[in-house]
């Protein structure tokens, strides 16, 4: 039997009030993962504050053009939201392509940006992991790692991040408002979440007592030329192996704009402006693409089991690319299914 305490916060001030009392407590928004972590006595919330009523569940356009979201707006509304559909249809593709209709419908906005690794030995007590206790060693870097990063990796963590939505975040180069113990903040998507380093046991620069209030998007959505790719080992309900979202501003044949971030390799969203500024100038073709895709995985770094992933994503970013450009995206199969 774990013991915990409820609280269900009437508004923010109450959530923030309820949190910082205890130094042990968590938010609870949907509950999809952190539920499932308890039962599997990876996290131990001495309070669970509940803030799924609070009133944080609204997407409004805002005067510079873009949307802002509610923390609390779930996974289905958002995807299937008409501004949305209409002016971020790469972001709700990106949602569409995670989970099940069932998850989708409970999950948070808020929520899915602080979803944890799926790396295994993280849900494994019984093994080492740095991540759940840090200074006990990883268990991947030497065990199986398929699933595992090829990019930013450090000594000590090579989980990914396993949002689909985060990567379409990343791409739209979203911020993430918070407000918390030292006020609000409006922090760029690029910043939210960490590199593992010698700290692997902090995903995000989100701080102690923070809530996430909402996101916002600028108005730029790429809906002329973009495509969220997702590469996995079923057609559904998988974690991306490989994912990319691309968008493109074309005049003629030539790209005015490209925006390049990939789901499944790092412990973080992967955006690298390197690789996008390739494409500026260039013609939209597949030769332009590849040059792209080899200036984003310089860098990459194998481990025993996740080679074929660096090809895979090689092969994944012009394939975006290439769909994008042909305003060919990617069609999710249970985009109806609610
Ligand atoms: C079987 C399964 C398959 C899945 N497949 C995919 C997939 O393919 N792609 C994908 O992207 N996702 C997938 N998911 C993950 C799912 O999207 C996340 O579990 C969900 O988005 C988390 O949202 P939630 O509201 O349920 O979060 P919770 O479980 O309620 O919370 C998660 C964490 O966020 C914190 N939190 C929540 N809201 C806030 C807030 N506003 N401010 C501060 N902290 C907050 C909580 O304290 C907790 O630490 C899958 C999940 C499951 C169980
Ligand atoms: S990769 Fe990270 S999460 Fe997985 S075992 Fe190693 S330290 Fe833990």
Redesign the pocket.
Known sequence: MINFEYARASDVTDALRLITADGGA???????????LIKSDV?HPTRLVD?SRLP?NKIEELASGGLRIG??VS?SDLAYHPLVERRYPVLASAIL????PQ??N???T???????TRCYYFYDTATPCNKREPGSGCSAIDGLNRMHAILGTSDTCIATH?????VALAMLEAKVH?TGPSGDRSIAIADFHRLPGDTPQLDTN?APG????GIELPAQGFTDHYTYLKVRDRLS????LVSVAAGLELEGNTIKEARLALGGVAHKPWRDTAAEAVLRGQPANQAGFAQAADRLLHDAKRFAHNAFKIDLARRAIVRALMQASRQAPQSQSDKKIR
């Open positions: 968590k938010f609870i928004a949907g509950g999809t993962n952190l539920i499932d996290e803030i944080l923390a609390l996974n392509a995670g989970a099940s998850l989708r409970m999950a948070s808020g929520g899915n940006l602080l979803q944890r396993p949002s689909d939505m985060c918070t989100l923070e809530i996430i209030t309900y998988a974690f991306a």
